[in-house]
């Protein structure tokens, strides 16, 4: 039977620590502040939000909030954004996806000041996350690392498969495995015999976003299983990508949804605004 990695006390440790980190900040008169934006009134990206909002009140971060009607047009956005971006009190800037369909996503991001886009999804922040310079990193790929580290698993030499091949988790995930010295499989929707391929790996990675989707028959014995997949079942549950009773029992370890990789997601968005902070008043991170 796996491990089960606890994403949940592993992200609280980190809170902590991150709350160390403001709290030393303070005493030179910097409170790190974090500015979240969200269009429209999608339920699930309330849920985001708010989880946001309370981590930062754990950290000791303050929280800038900005929700904006779904007609809020693209100009009034990055209008916002550039006097955050001038804002010194603001010193990461979020504007949680997805956005409207009116807005363009790649608009907003690039609106964004590096130094303060604290998801690292600024073309800035690629660059550097690819090559291997980056002081803030993307949360959710950053998280699972946290978490791969925390169970004692070093990937160096391991097979890495990556199901998914988004920008805000199967790229950039793929990457940090790659600097941890792991070798990297990237499957996505058209990648043939997918079942083979996930059976070579050592650490297995699925960010699909649909339930059910790695079942047992895919998992090398032992292997580390994450479940990057937040799936909302129609009692409003959350599942992830895995079906966790068949594979538990073969992998080495496995990480919960809930539970899990989420928890990371939002500790690792603590951390990055504490280094953006950092960055912002020429303090070594
Ligand atoms: C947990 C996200 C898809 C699309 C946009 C804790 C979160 C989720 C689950 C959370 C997510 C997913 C976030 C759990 C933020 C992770 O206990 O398992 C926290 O708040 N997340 C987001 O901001 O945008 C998303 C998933």
Redesign the pocket.
Known sequence: MAIIID??AVSAAIKQRVAQQAAALQKQNIQPGLAVILVGDDP??Q??VN??KKACEVCGIRSFSYSLPAQTTQDELLELIGALNQNPDVNGILV??PVPRHIQPDAVINAIDPLKDVDAFHPVNVGKIMQGTASLLPCTPAGVIELIDSAGIDPAGKDCVVIGRSNIVGKPMAMLMMHRNATVTICHSKTQNLTAKCRQADILISSVGKPHFVTADMIKPGAVVIDVG?NRQKDGK?CGDVEFEAVAPIAGAITP????V??M??AMLMQNTVTAAKLQNHIAI
Do not use: D, R
């Not at 949804?257 to 899990?260: D, I």
């Open positions: 994403g949940k699930a990206s849920i985001y989880n946001k949680q996806l937040i959350l949804v809930p539970g899990g989420g928890p997601t939002i």
